[in-house]
């Protein structure tokens, strides 16, 4: 072989290497691109869940979340009616459909233990009830479900710090709710 052809593979050779490392930092260019275009994507749907509206009012939750001996112990007033969050009985009311009150310094301590409490008063119509109660079946913890005779308005949803009020019964609004903060406990971390 000539002196000429080795030279002319040598620079083959070299062009060839040439364009293969050009081929490689382009297909890394663009998984670096992709990559970043990702997160991004990530970022803005993180975002815009961030700002998804939460179902119901915030309620300022209270600083007192003490336990008291009896439900007729005097304690910090509740700064809600029902209450979302403050001092409470030592034990919760068992999950699911109540026929009769509650007190409600059980029912503050099944908020804090990740529950949503949902209380009717007695204008509510029975089906509406009958429904009520069928929702919260679906829910084998964290919900319960409680007649409140003198509230004022139909449905009150409540979770600790927040608050749903309903004229009317809504299903959608109330799985919304129950779905949003069911399963959240709010024991104070150490």
């Known amino acids: 072989m000539s002196q000429t052809s080795k030279k002319t593979t040598y620079k083959q050779d070299r062009y060839a290497q040439r364009q293969l490392e050009a081929k490689r930092r382009k297909q890394w260019g663009r998984i670096g691109w992709s990559a970043a275009g990702l997160v991004v994507i990530g970022c803005i749907a993180v975002l815009a869940m961030d700002r998804a509206p939460s179902p119901g009012e915030k309620i ?4 007192d979340q ?5 439900v007729d112990s005097p304690h910090t007033p509740y700064n809600s009616d029902p209450p979302t969050s403050g001092p409470h009985m030592a034990n919760i009311a068992g999950w699911g459909v109540h026929k009769q009150p509650v007190p409600k310094e059980y029912l503050v301590h099944n908020l804090e233990d990740a529950g949503v409490v949902i209380y009717y008063n007695d204008k509510l119509d029975a089906d509406s009830v009958k429904k009520l109660e069928t929702i919260v079946e679906g829910y084998p913890e964290f919900v319960l479900v409680n007649p409140y005779p003198a509230m004022g308005n139909a449905i009150t949803l409540t979770a600790w710090g927040r608050m749903l009020r309903l004229d009317r019964l809504d299903e959608k609004q109330v799985k919304d ?9 709010h024991h104070p971390r150490q």
């Open 60 to 63: 300022e939750v209270l600083k």
């Open 66 to 70: 003490s336990h008291i001996p009896t």
């Open 177 to 185: 709710f129950i779905n949003a903060y069911k399963g959240i406990d």
